[in-house]
């Protein structure tokens, strides 16, 4: 199935844009408190709520724009359509989720009133051509990349998925323990790669002066695709650094939810079969008790940013709940402030522009351009040697590692690590085939057809894997090479998801287009020493993106935020 899918050629028909009527700039004013406390205690912030003289619709006569070639129009502000995928590679879905068959004139109010609904409850992202949108909040605001509708996903595979959730958390723990397997696993990787290879030296420091996470926070998204052909929920990776969307995935599906509230009737869906998404509330209720853990009233929690964050509102919203339902105060440091602020006392305190600091959350660390001097390197060290609580710690972070999740799947791997049987029949379950560039076999099998494989380095944030002829090509080269370049990389079983059709929302204008899908589901773990306090699933991203495109990162600009609708 998959070459087959691989096999129907792609094309793009671009529709001139023709500007109807122009949504004006977004800006969002700061929620209120009870702003705040309705939209994660209740699924849904009623949206009649916002008084109804704030809302003038366009104009009804945004006149039907019809495009000969497709007969497949959608109306907005700005139209432009963009149809990747050959009618003849996608099987039909249900009527009710043939979304490209919806009315075109609601489909147009459905988008109208998604961005409105965006604008007034913060599913918003600094915008690109902003300049200022990544530094200074409320500057530069645009709405999210969004899908109008849900995805249709299986409710069996949606119980699998979270029932994962906790097990995968536990694993992550205890191979975090286990300092020697993450050395040895990821020693030819630290000659191939020298990020790697410095967080491996952070953490060679820590188990030389034999240091101990007592307490051990980790806020994990463990990302799958269904397999159309096998119909198998198969693991893509396990995130257990800077995991995002916490925030913004809960909004999207509140927003489809008040879409399908309000719709539902003419859809033929039910607003109900959106499951409710409590990411916020479980990552706030986790930082708190971390907090509490740590026990100084006095201490903050420490987000560690990027200098430029677009998605910096995903962050705030984490902040704005945590200091009002807990009154835990955050502050936001980039690696070269913490460096030049950051101070050890004698026993542990980490303290950064003279605060305590209980939990350091990164959002950022994960890649070397997070690293452009010593000084940051310098920066994680010193976060490393104190006694904060560390989400993730360098042993937390090495865990998650693409080489890892290879080392994880070889046979009896997993039993190195947890004794229940059934959990580790079910992490088996959801693995694809993922192999080392050692595998003779496999690397001619990838030459021969590069289409049913991707090659990983040992990167995060998406644009990073190499697909199609390019895997051929990469590893030919690597072969005449013959040194140690191909530990930088890992093969991994090309998974190809359900083509559905799908409504994208970027900038103010709908893309009509067929997509795939991704699903993570976040993980919550909190331990000190023995005693295991917090363990849970807690909540979920859907990203979708269209089916032409191999990467999938939202804030890479490859896919959009969605939710899902439980079949
Ligand atoms: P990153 O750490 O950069 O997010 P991922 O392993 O998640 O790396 O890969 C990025 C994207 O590439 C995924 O979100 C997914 O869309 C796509 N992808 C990754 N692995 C596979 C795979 N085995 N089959 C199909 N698509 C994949
Ligand atoms: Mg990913």
Known sequence: M??????????????????LFSFPTITTKTSSKSNLESKFNTCLYPTNKIS???????????????????????????????ETQEEGCVRKPPPMFDYHGIDLDLIQE??????????LHGLVVGDKSAQRSGKVPGVGLVHAPFALLPVPFPESHWTQACELAPIFSELVDRVSLDGKFLQDSLSRTKKADSFTSRLLDIHSKTLEINKKEEIRLGLHRSDYMLDEQTKLLLQIELNTISSSFPG?????????????TQHGEDLGLDPKRIPSNSAVSHFVEAFAKAWNEYNNPRAVVMFVVQAEERNMYDQHW???????????????????????????????????????????????????NDYPSELEWRARLLMEQSSAIKCPSISYHLAGTKKIQQELAKPNVLERFLDNKEDIAKLRECFAGL????????????????ELFVMKPQREGGGNNIYG?????????????????????????????TVLPTFLMRDGICH???????????????RNKDKVIMNDQCGFLMRTKTSSSDEGGVAAGFAVLDSIYLT
């Open 2 to 19: 998959g070459a087959a899918y691989s096999s129907c050629s792609t094309h793009s028909l671009t529709f001139s844009s023709q500007t």
């Open 52 to 82: 109804n003289t704030h809302l003038a619709k366009p104009i009804k006569t945004m006149a039907q724009t019809s495009f000969p070639c497709s007969g497949l129009a959608v109306k907005c502000g700005k139209v432009e359509e963009v």
């Open 110 to 119: 459905m988008v109208y009133d998604s961005l409105v609904w965006s604008s």
């Open 248 to 260: 913004l995935s809960c909004l999207v599906n509140e927003l489809q939810r008040s879409l399908l």
């Open 318 to 368: 984490l902040s704005a709940v945590l200091n009002e339902r807990h009154n835990i105060k955050t502050i936001r440091k980039t690696l070269a402030e913490i460096d030049a602020e950051g101070e050890l006392l004698p026993d542990g305190t980490l303290l950064v522009g003279g605060k305590a600091i209980a939990v350091v959350y990164f959002r950022a660390g994960y890649t070397p």
């Open 435 to 450: 192999w080392s560039l050692d595998d003779s076999d496999i690397v001619e099998k990838a030459i021969e057809k590069p």
């Open 469 to 497: 002829v390019d895997v051929r090509e990469t590893l030919q080269r690597l072969q005449k090479e013959g040194t140690d370049g191909n530990a930088a990389y890992i093969l991994m079983q090309r998974i190809f998801p």
């Open 512 to 526: 009509k287009d067929h997509a795939i899908s991704e699903l993570g589901i976040y993980g919550a773990y909190l």
